[in-house]
């Protein structure tokens, strides 16, 4: 069964500082797509970034990137410059593949930015 | 562009009601999942909908239940409440073959609580 694991429940960073938050998965299907999402206290989730398991690069979107390590089954999110606005509940997620499109979440990481 | 829209935001409910929720997709999408989030289980997948038959089904008890409309609006129901559904219950919208890039955008969420 596929699980996704994020080992740290807070992290807590200063300002413009960049921060790693890790993330591994298991799944035995070798289709599968990898995405973070961002939950502050409103409770919305919002889409950062996407991986497939068969893209050779990594992804990046803006001062998100994805540091993704197939072999190691390891996808963790880096943010660069961090800002105050980030602070917010962060969850990796999976979809094992596109027949099957419900998301299997992590536990989440809590991450405080400090001025 | 419009997002995903929930309703209600708020929901106050005694045990052994039912409760209907629902959720518009973002004009296009025509793949709705449901998601259960709560402090101790995390985040759930409860269904997917996708022009208008369910796909895919969480571990959830016959409780739960869906539908979806030719508009792609879908709606979720819970009979007999119990105090563990109290929850936010995410709605997530995607075009179904190719929601990589895209992620899966979701709504701001009904938070359900039961008394």
């Known amino acids: 069964a596929q699980k996704i694991t994020q080992t740290q429940p807070g992290m807590f960073v200063q300002e413009k500082e960049a921060v790693t938050l890790d993330c591994t998965y298991d799944t035995s299907d070798p289709s599968y797509g990898l995405f973070w999402y961002k939950q502050p206290s409103s409770g919305e989730m919002i889409f950062l970034i996407y991986?497939?398991?068969?893209?050779?690069q990594n992804a990046t979107e803006g001062r998100y990137s994805l540091n993704f390590q197939k072999a190691r089954k390891s996808a963790n999110l880096v943010i660069s410059a961090s800002q105050l606005g980030d602070s917010a509940m962060y969850f990796c997620?999976?979809?094992?593949?596109?027949?099957?499109?419900?998301?299997?979440f992590g536990q989440g990481t809590r991450l405080t930015i400090n001025p | 562009k419009a997002g995903v829209t929930q309703t209600p935001r708020y929901l106050i409910k005694t045990r052994g009601q039912q409760v209907t929720l629902s959720c518009s997709p973002i004009s296009g999408h025509r793949s709705v999942s449901w998601y259960q989030q709560t402090p101790g289980q995390g985040l759930q997948f409860l269904f997917e909908?996708?022009?208008?038959?369910?796909?895919n089904k969480g571990n959830f008890p016959g409780r739960f239940s869906g539908r979806q409309f030719s508009n792609s609006r879908s709606e979720m129901n819970v009979s007999t409440l119990e105090l563990g559904d109290s929850a936010l219950y995410l709605c997530?919208?995607?075009?179904?073959?190719?929601?990589?890039?895209?992620?899966?955008?979701f709504g701001s969420g009904t938070r359900l609580t039961v008394v």
């Open positions: 997620a999976m979809r094992e593949s596109r027949r099957a499109q419900k998301l299997v």
């Open positions: 997530a919208s995607s075009f179904r073959d190719s929601p990589g890039d895209y992620g899966y955008t």
């Open positions: 991986q497939g398991s068969y893209d050779q």
């Open positions: 909908y996708f022009s208008e038959t369910q796909r």
